[in-house]
């Protein structure tokens, strides 16, 4: 009895210590991101701060499955040195089928421990361009920045075992190539169809880390798909060249219209947010500032037109103004950076009309007949309360009792129109003009 009671206390506790039930093991993890977007800086801080949870967390690797027509330099270095410090492997998958991996993305996938393609993709072009100079750079600076990224796609290329030559002509001849080439000149590890094809020849692969081989066990892992949250989500939108224009031109409106009617105060608050959010996004573009300041200077002369009498000269200005800034607002020849024709038609049509409209509206209340004020006060019928007499006298007009002056006594009850405002507050009144009729004329037979 004893020896029972000794083994239940003692040696049950210990095997439940030591082998848990299987349902509380967790299965090994691999953190799943999909960019499908251009990369700039919320997409580079969404990847790095993924990338420190897993390594956090210690999963078992980070895939990042991308199709990027490229982007920022400065967001790709930030990728790429969380890619280089990441104690969890990162595996970059070009995919699905038909993406692309071009500019940035070609040395984000170079950087990667395992970089795989699905057939259809392509990977390459990755010669880099002026962003935010408002013209081309000088070809001593250009000349520099593309020795530069060459220097940087080889040592990624060395770092990885991947073909260096490849690497470096990616930068400077612009080389794409299919996933089959790829794989053919060491610029990838494997082409796989989609992620379990991918997995399965991942498993057992090897990698280094610390100066160890490492082996990747993706055999009974998981993919944990994470996606940027609804802030993130919205910053990321606001790169894309339309929105960001479309914002632009939304705040110009707004403005205009808080200029033009004051006091209404929406449209002044909605059109200043919008400014704002268009400056956020166009920051992470390619801008042209003489585009940007042709979109002022129609700005201001729809703002004049309401000013000057121009009979519309200024107007047929602002919209030349605007659709010209328009059209050299983003300096890119790459089509992902560039905004839509059809964007810009719309959007100068609809703002030129607005304009116009607007400007109109304005010159038709200035024509309009004055109701209220001093001047509003001229012509008005009233009827004499106190007779005038020596000049002075006492009328009712306009649903309020006035001092009234006349030169010709009126007497009480009488009706009179007012016909000025002296600088005493007191209204200058004549009798009422009697209204003569013409009888009708008879003709004898």
């Avoid at 998981?222 to 990321?236: F, G, H, P, T, Y």
């Avoid at 992902?336 to 304005?362: D, K």
């Amino acid at each position: 009895m004893h020896w029972l009671l000794f083994f239940i206390l003692f040696w049950l506790p210990l095997a439940a210590k030591a082998e848990p039930p299987s349902s509380d093991r967790r299965p090994p993890v691999i953190r799943h991101l999909s960019i499908a977007s251009a990369i700039n800086p919320v997409t580079a801080t969404f990847i790095r701060e993924q990338i420190e949870l897993a390594n956090r967390t210690q999963e078992t690797a980070i895939l990042i499955q991308l199709d990027t027509p490229g982007g920022l330099d400065t967001a790709m270095r930030e990728i790429i040195q969380a890619q280089l410090n990441s104690t969890s492997p990162v595996i970059v998958y070009v995919g699905p089928q038909g993406a692309r991996a071009a500019s940035a993305g070609a040395l984000i996938t170079l950087a990667a421990d395992f970089a795989a393609m699905a057939p259809g993709t392509n990977i390459g072009a990755a010669h880099p361009v002026a962003i935010g100079g408002g013209g081309q750079m000088d070809k001593t600076i250009m000349d520099k920045v593309a020795n530069d990224a060459a220097a940087y796609a080889r040592s990624l290329a060395q770092q990885r075992g991947r073909n260096q030559e490849w690497a470096e002509q990616a930068v400077r001849e612009s080389v794409s190539t299919s996933a089959e080439e790829a794989l053919e000149l060491r610029v990838i590890d494997m082409v796989a169809e989609n992620l379990p094809e991918l997995l399965r020849k991942l498993d057992q692969q090897k990698y280094i880390r610390g100066g160890k081989i490492r082996i990747l066990a993706t055999a009974d892992t998981q993919l944990l798909a994470v996606e940027m949250n609804w802030r993130q989500q919205i910053l990321n939108a606001l790169g894309n060249p339309n929105i960001a224009y479309l914002l632009m031109m939304l705040g110009i409106l707004g403005i205009f219209f808080e200029i033009s009617q004051p006091g209404v105060i929406l449209p002044g608050v909605i059109g200043t947010i919008a400014i704002l959010l268009a400056f956020f996004g166009l920051s992470t573009l390619p801008v042209n500032y003489v585009g940007v300041l042709l979109i002022l200077l129609a700005f201001v002369l729809f703002i004049l037109e309401v000013k000057v009498v121009s009979y519309g000269m200024l107007s047929i200005c602002g919209i030349i103004a605007m659709t010209l800034g328009s059209l050299m607002l983003i300096d890119s020849s790459d089509p992902y950076l560039q905004i839509s024709s059809a964007v810009i038609a719309a959007t100068v049509t609809v703002s030129a009309g607005f304009f116009l409209f607007a400007v109109w509206m304005v010159l038709k209340a200035q024509k309009r007949p004055i109701s209220s004020g001093q001047e509003a006060m001229v012509g008005e019928i009233g009827q004499v309360v106190d007779a005038i007499t020596a000049g002075k006298g006492r009328i009712f007009v306009h649903g309020e009792y006035w001092l009234a002056r006349s030169s010709s006594p009126i007497a009480a009850g009488e009706e009179v129109e007012v016909v000025g405002m002296l600088d005493s507050l007191e209204l200058e009144v004549r009798k009422k003009p009697s209204m003569t009729t013409i009888p009708p004329q008879t003709t004898e037979d």
